[in-house]
C-alpha cells in the first residue's frame, strides 16, 4: 500500500502564482484533511472532507480551495499565492465511522511563496 | 487561539533519561487524544492516544497520563534513546467531523 501520497514534494511559487497541490490515498478512507505547518504553532487545518463531494473549512481556510470529485483525490488548490503561504503542508486520510480510527499523514510539500 | 497549549518547545535528556511533553486544554469537548511523532522530512505518525474515561495508557517506553478535571495530558518516554530524538506533536479531536487540533510541537532531542 503506497497510503497517503502527496506531490509535489517542494515547491517555489512566485507571489501571485496559482498551483494544485495533490494527494491521493488507496486505503478506500472517507475523511480526508490538509494542514499546514509552520515553526512554533503546530498542524493548523486548512480543510476537510468527510467523502466524496462534501467538504468544510478548517482554521485558517483563506486564500486555499478544495474539491473531493473521487474517494481517494483530495487536491488543495492556491489561486494567488502569497509570501504568508510559505509553509509544509500535510494531506491526511483516516477511515469513518464510529469510533477513534487513526489518521495517516502524506510526507509533506515543501512550499515556498517569493 | 490556542486550544491545546503544548510545553516545553523543546527538550533535551541524556540516553536512559525519562522526557516528559505536557499539553493543557480548554475546550470539555475533547473526547480522544492522540500523540504524534515526527522525524525530519517525515509526515506525523500516530504514537499512541487515549481517551479521557482512563487516567493512564502505556505502549511499550511511552506512557500518557491524564488528568481530566486538570484538563491536562503528558506524554512520557521512559528510557529514552537517541532514535527518539524527534518532533512530538498532542493533538485533541472532538465534534462531529472528528478533525484533530494539535499543539504547536516539542522538539526533543536523546543524547547518546
Known amino acids: 500500500n503506497a497510503g497517503v501520497t502527496q506531490t509535489p514534494k517542494f515547491q517555489v511559487l512566485k507571489t501571485g502564482q496559482s498551483m494544485t497541490l495533490q494527494c491521493a490515498q488507496d486505503m478506500n478512507h472517507e475523511y480526508m484533511s490538509w494542514y499546514r505547518q509552520d515553526p512554533g504553532m503546530g498542524l493548523r487545518l486548512i480543510h476537510y472532507s468527510v467523502g466524496a463531494g462534501i467538504t468544510d473549512q478548517g482554521e485558517v481556510p483563506n486564500g486555499y480551495n478544495v474539491s473531493r470529485s473521487t474517494t481517494e483525490d483530495f487536491p488543495l488548490r492556491l489561486l494567488s499565492a502569497a509570501p504568508s503561504q510559505t509553509s509544509v503542508y500535510f494531506c491526511a486520510s483516516r477511515s469513518g465511522g464510529s469510533g477513534d480510527t487513526e489518521a495517516f499523514f502524506g510526507q509533506g510539500t515543501r512550499l515556498t511563496v517569493v | 487561539q490556542q486550544q491545546v497549549k503544548q510545553s516545553p518547545q523543546s527538550l533535551i535528556v541524556q540516553k536512559g533519561g525519562i522526557p516528559i511533553i505536557n499539553c493543557a486544554y480548554e475546550n470539555t469537548a475533547f473526547d480522544y487524544f492522540p500523540w504524534y511523532q515526527q522525524f525530519p522530512g517525515k509526515g506525523p505518525a500516530l504514537l499512541i492516544a487515549?481517551?479521557?474515561?482512563?487516567s493512564e495508557k502505556k505502549e511499550g517506553r511511552f506512557t500518557i497520563s491524564f488528568n481530566k478535571s486538570a484538563k491536562q495530558f503528558s506524554l512520557h518516554i521512559m528510557d529514552s534513546q537517541p532514535g527518539d530524538s524527534a518532533t512530538y506533536f498532542c493533538?485533541?479531536?472532538?465534534?462531529?467531523?472528528?478533525?484533530?487540533?494539535f499543539g504547536s510541537g516539542t522538539q526533543l532531542t536523546v543524547l547518546p
Open positions: 493533538a485533541a479531536r472532538s465534534g462531529s467531523a472528528r478533525q484533530l487540533t
Open positions: 487515549i481517551r479521557p474515561d482512563v
